[in-house]
């Protein structure tokens, strides 16, 4: 039986990138989206895109900060294909601002969506891969987690965060087979850094040792690496993606 993976935010962005590549490894894919008309439509167009892998997959609608929707959807993906071999807590929002001026909605709901999400899947797939005696899960930091960022009070914290639920998971379900790492991608490129000048590009990339934003394809890889068998043995990781910033 194929294995199956399921992409959390795979409407769009490094979401719809992992899974494709995942689909191209051969994953049937459940593309999770939030449960919205726009959102759903572009994840009908990724999981089509995925189909023409030759695997199977479906749009799962799911509010990942919610957890009776992550309960939901973990059930109904296990009953579609059977297993669940592979989470990837991609999901993910910024709301960003200057401490001073942060409001309160905006620390919790990026705290709700971005770190609540991560243990909401993880509780309900992890129940699932220890019958399986296997699995393996890759959750998305970011290096504001790990250095922090002006203006990210909320979002460093749920990335931080995030890399510490990394490690406490890969703990408790080591035993059972199952690991769990974690990537934390720099500056990507994506229609948020495409908008930057010229002359603010030079000034970040003169802190990238590779002089260039990563391609949300360098994110699937390594996600689509630390999901394979080729890292069996690397459980509790946070890999840093960014080019070499801030060494
Ligand atoms: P993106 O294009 O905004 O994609 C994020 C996806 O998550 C969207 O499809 C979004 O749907 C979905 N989402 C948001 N809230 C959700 C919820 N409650 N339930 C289900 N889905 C939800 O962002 P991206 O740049 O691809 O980022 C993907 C991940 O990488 C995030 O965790 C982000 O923090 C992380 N990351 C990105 C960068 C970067 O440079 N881009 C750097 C470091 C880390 P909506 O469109 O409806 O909101």
Do not use: W
């Not at 189909?51 to 109904?76: H, I, L, P, T």
């Not at 990837?88 to 601002?97: E, F, L, M, S, W």
């Not at 992890?126 to 922090?148: E, F, P, R, T």
């Not at 850094?193 to 990563?214: C, P």
């Amino acid at each position: 039986m194929a294995k199956s993976v399921i992409v959390t935010g795979a409407s769009q962005g490094i979401g719809a990138c992992i899974a494709k590549k995942l689909a191209e490894d051969g994953y049937n894919v459940a593309v999770n989206c939030y449960p919205s008309e726009n959102d759903r439509a572009n994840a009908e167009k990724v999981a089509e895109e995925c189909r023409a892998f030759g695997v199977e997959a479906e749009v799962f609608e799911a509010d990942v900060s919610k957890y009776d929707q992550c309960e939901n959807m973990v059930k109904a993906v296990k009953e579609k294909f059977g297993t669940i071999d592979a989470l990837v807590n991609n999901a993910g929002i910024t709301k960003d601002g200057l401490l001073a001026r942060m409001s309160e909605e905006q620390y919790d709901t990026v705290i709700a969506v971005n770190q609540k999400s991560v243990f909401n899947m993880t509780k309900h797939v992890c129940a699932v891969m220890m019958k399986q005696k296997y699995g393996a899960i890759v959750n998305m930091a970011s290096v504001a987690g790990l250095y922090g960022n002006p203006g990210q009070m909320n979002y460093s914290a749920s990335k931080a965060a995030i890399i510490g639920m990394t490690m406490t998971a890969a703990k408790e379900y080591g035993s059972r087979n199952i690991r769990v790492n974690a990537v934390a991608p720099g500056l990507i490129k994506t229609p948020m850094t495409d908008v930057l000048t010229d002359e603010q590009k030079n000034k970040i990339f003169g802190q990238i040792a590779l002089k260039r934003f990563g391609e949300v394809s360098e994110i699937a890889s390594t996600v689509s690496f630390l999901l394979s068998d080729g890292a069996a043995y690397i459980t509790g990781q946070t890999i840093e993606i960014s080019g070499g910033l801030s060494m």
